[in-house]
């Protein structure tokens, strides 16, 4: 049975980065690796997405593994307003989400 | 504004009382989506749907109904809900499913609770 596993949680410090892991040892070839976050009493909010290369964005850079059995968000400088859920999914003809990782910014 | 708007936002129902939630998105997206949030199990995907008259079964599409006669609307239909279904449910669309342009936008959730 095909998982996406995160940490539970993690803490940064405010203006730190931030890598959160996501595993997903078994993810199809044609899967792409979706990111969202989610913000109290919001719908998930995307963030990035990448297939094989690394990806950055406005919001955030994503490093892909070369075997793609794991993928690594990079917020590279947290703000307080970065405080939410963020879930790691695979993307084929369906949306599959991990667990979710609660990211606590301490100012 | 492109967005995806839910209705009701928030519903209390009895068992067995049909329902249905409206989804609508503006942004001509050909997939939609329907999922479920719950507390422990975190968000599934009940039904989706490719195109306009295309839908297929996501994890849990037990005791959910949803048709897509037009691009932009996706309702989800309870037609005897169960307090099973009480939950937080998302709409959300893209604009395919495959390829580079498949990022979901969802909608702000509509909660059920099934008495």
């Known amino acids: 049975d095909a998982k996406t596993t995160q940490p539970n949680s993690m803490e940064s410090n405010e203006e730190e980065p931030v890598h959160l892991p996501c595993n997903h040892s078994t993810i199809s070839g044609t899967d792409y690796i979706h990111w969202y976050r989610q913000l109290p009493s919001q719908g998930p909010e995307y963030v990035i997405h990448g297939l094989t290369s690394n990806v950055n964005n406005r919001m955030a850079s994503l490093a892909i593994a070369e075997d793609r059995k794991s993928s690594t968000l990079i917020l590279h400088r947290a703000t307080l307003r970065d405080a939410a859920v963020y879930y790691c999914?695979?993307?084929?003809?369906?949306?599959?989400f991990g667990g979710g990782t609660r990211l606590m910014v301490k100012p | 504004e492109a967005q995806v708007t839910q209705n009701p936002r928030y519903l209390i129902t009895v068992t067995g009382k049909k329902l249905t939630v409206t989804c609508s998105q503006n942004?001509?997206?050909?997939?939609m989506s329907w999922y479920r949030q719950d507390p422990g199990l975190g968000l599934r995907q009940i039904y989706y749907s490719m195109n306009v008259e295309v839908t297929d079964k996501g994890d849990v599409p037990e005791g959910y109904k949803v048709s897509r006669k037009e691009k932009r609307n996706f309702p989800l239909i309870l037609e005897s809900p169960s307090p099973n279904q009480t939950s937080l449910y998302f709409c959300a669309s893209s604009l395919s499913a495959s390829g580079d342009y498949n990022e979901q936008f969802f909608g702000p959730g509509t909660r059920l609770t099934v008495l």
């Open positions: 999914s695979r993307r084929g003809n369906m949306l599959t």
């Open positions: 942004m001509n997206h050909e997939y």
